[in-house]
């Protein structure tokens, strides 16, 4: 018989395994390689998201060298044995948007884009962390915090909902003219459904099903809006870029949905 600590380690790997193979990471990844084939093709970072000057010194070196990492730390997802790492570089990597659109906040903080954007970077960032945390040794310090970083991304979707109201006008005018009701209500009906995933997902009340609903309505984005642009201006490399980030907030928000709806399985060779 193997010894109770052999039996403990055996259920931790095989929860790291589980971890590793789940559809929001492996989502997570692709996305990551996504952007970093759009770096390369266009030798420049998500304009507009991705804030990097074009008068930045080294500017194309670091466009490909961003690229690049995008594209490790991605394809290391797949892989269980590097899916740690993988979700550390790539985190880490958006963190420096992030904090590139902090930066132009501490200069005009009452412009609501530049909060808008950091929202935007953030939750792929903390989505990000939240997979590191849940890839980490069982009983770590970041493995402990995977369910805090789940409701740490809640904060993000209160971002969305608010620019969908302060600009309902703006937004209003990326819906398709075919759908029914108007671009209005269709913005106010996302604007709303943002605030309730934020509220669910901080409360924890239906925390599960709201993250799950919060990914699929960006992804609808994704499919609905930018797919379409993307095929309308294929030379454009801002309808690229649009299409890129928009796939990577889809995957980490469902990552973190993944996340908040796995549930440990029980132990079957345990007696009654």
């Known amino acids: 018989m193997s010894s109770p600590s052999l039996a403990i380690e055996s259920l931790a790997e095989k929860s790291r395994t589980q971890s590793a193979s789940s559809f929001g990471i492996l989502f997570y990844g692709a996305a990551a390689i996504g952007l970093g084939l759009i770096g390369f093709v266009w030798g420049d970072f998500a304009t507009d998201w991705q804030h990097v000057k074009p008068g930045t010194p080294f500017h194309g070196v670091l466009a490909y060298g961003t690229a690049a990492l995008e594209l490790i730390g991605g394809a290391a997802l797949f892989w269980r044995q590097s899916a740690r790492w993988g979700a550390g570089i790539v985190t880490l990597v958006y963190t420096v948007f992030a904090l590139l659109w902090a930066r132009e906040i501490v200069a005009t903080p009452l412009v609501w884009d530049r909060w808008g954007n950091l929202f935007e970077e953030l939750s792929i960032v903390i989505s990000g962390a939240a997979v590191f945390a849940s890839l980490s040794p069982s009983g770590s310090a970041w493995q402990r915090r995977t369910g ?13 909902g608010m620019t969908h109201f302060l600009f309902v006008a703006a937004c209003a005018s990326w819906v398709p003219a075919w759908l029914p009701f108007g671009g209005t209500f269709w913005i106010i009906v996302t604007g709303t459904c943002f605030m309730l995933a934020a509220f669910a997902i901080l409360t924890g009340i239906c925390a599960g099903l709201a993250s799950l609903l919060n990914a699929i309505m960006i992804v609808e984005f994704e499919l609905l809006v930018w797919i379409p642009k993307v095929v309308a201006a294929p030379q454009e490399h801002f309808m690229w870029s649009g299409n890129g980030i928009c796939v990577a ?9 993944d996340l908040i709806n796995r549930r440990p399985k029980p132990d079957s060779t ?3």
Not at 154 to 160: A, D, E, R, V
Not at 249 to 257: E, I, N, P, S, Y
């Open 249 to 257: 907030l889809a995957a980490g928000a469902w990552a973190v949905a």
């Open 270 to 272: 345990q007696a009654p």
């Open 148 to 160: 805090l970083l789940c409701r740490l991304y809640g904060i993000c979707p209160i971002s969305f």
